[in-house]
């Protein structure tokens, strides 16, 4: 018996795996938790939201997806705020085929061009370079495999973050970031 079931257990998948302890936790709840009863609907989401953050890193999170697909349809004709989330979604894989901005060399390069051109308005320049800056360390620090495509847009995010240096206020200069 233990052999089978460790053959059972070998096939299954990490989403079957998920799919069946999200019902076996989930087993009885909304009885329990008396859904329809709006002060109980009102503890629950008072529970997901501390422990996942509240609309804020929501609404952040909802705000880099929509740039950066926007980014893709539109390319340099973006807004400064999207363009602004785009910066910080660089690394993250978005949409359903998990595709990062980093994978493409070419849309890395449109963006670094279009925050290139804010370099006349410091403010905005500072606020696409952190994002910039965020979506290097998140890559440098991921656990998934870069790709050839990938570690050349890294290579130009790099580029881009030493040469912007100078034009950045002291607290924000990044120097010579390793490769």
Same mark, same amino acid.
């Given at each position: 018996?233990?052999?089978?079931?460790?053959?059972?257990?070998?096939?299954?998948?990490?989403?079957?795996?998920?799919? $069946?302890?999200? =019902? @076996?936790?989930? /087993? #009885?709840?909304?009885?329990?938790?008396?859904? &329809?009863?709006?002060?109980?609907?009102? *503890?629950?989401?008072?529970?997901?939201?501390?422990?996942?953050?509240?609309?804020?890193?929501? $609404?952040?999170? =909802? @705000?880099?997806? /929509? #740039?950066?697909?926007?980014?893709?349809?539109? &390319?340099?004709?973006?807004?400064?705020? *999207?363009?602004?989330?785009?910066?910080?979604?660089?690394?993250?894989?978005?949409?359903?085929?998990?595709?990062?901005?980093?994978?493409?060399?070419?849309?890395?390069?449109?963006?670094?061009?279009?925050?290139?051109?804010?370099?006349?308005?410091?403010?905005?320049?500072?606020?696409?370079?952190?994002?910039?800056?965020?979506?290097?360390?998140?890559?440098?620090?991921?656990?998934?495999?870069?790709?050839?495509?990938?570690?050349?847009?890294?290579?130009?995010?790099?580029?881009?973050?030493?040469?912007?240096?100078?034009?950045?206020?002291?607290?924000?200069?990044?120097?010579?970031?390793?490769?």
């Amino acid at each position: 018996m233990d052999a089978a079931r460790s053959t059972s257990e070998a096939e299954e998948t990490p989403l079957d795996r998920l799919a $069946a302890e999200l =019902q @076996q936790a989930l /087993r #009885g709840k909304p009885r329990q938790l008396h859904w &329809g009863d709006p002060e109980a609907m009102r *503890r629950s989401l008072a529970a997901v939201q501390a422990r996942f953050g509240g609309r804020q890193a929501m $609404a952040r999170e =909802q @705000q880099i997806v /929509r #740039g950066v697909l926007a980014f893709r349809i539109l &390319g340099r004709q973006l807004d400064f705020v *999207r363009l602004k989330y785009v910066c910080y979604g660089v690394a993250q894989a978005m949409d359903w085929e998990s595709r990062r901005l980093l994978d493409s060399p070419e849309q890395v390069q449109v963006l670094l061009e279009a925050v290139a051109a804010l370099k006349h308005q410091p403010r905005r320049f500072i606020n696409c370079c952190r994002g910039l800056h965020a979506s290097w360390q998140q890559a440098c620090a991921a656990d998934f495999p870069l790709t050839p495509s990938a570690h050349q847009g890294l290579e130009k995010l790099r580029r881009f973050l030493v040469s912007a240096s100078p034009a950045l206020p002291p607290e924000l200069r990044i120097g010579n970031l390793p490769a």
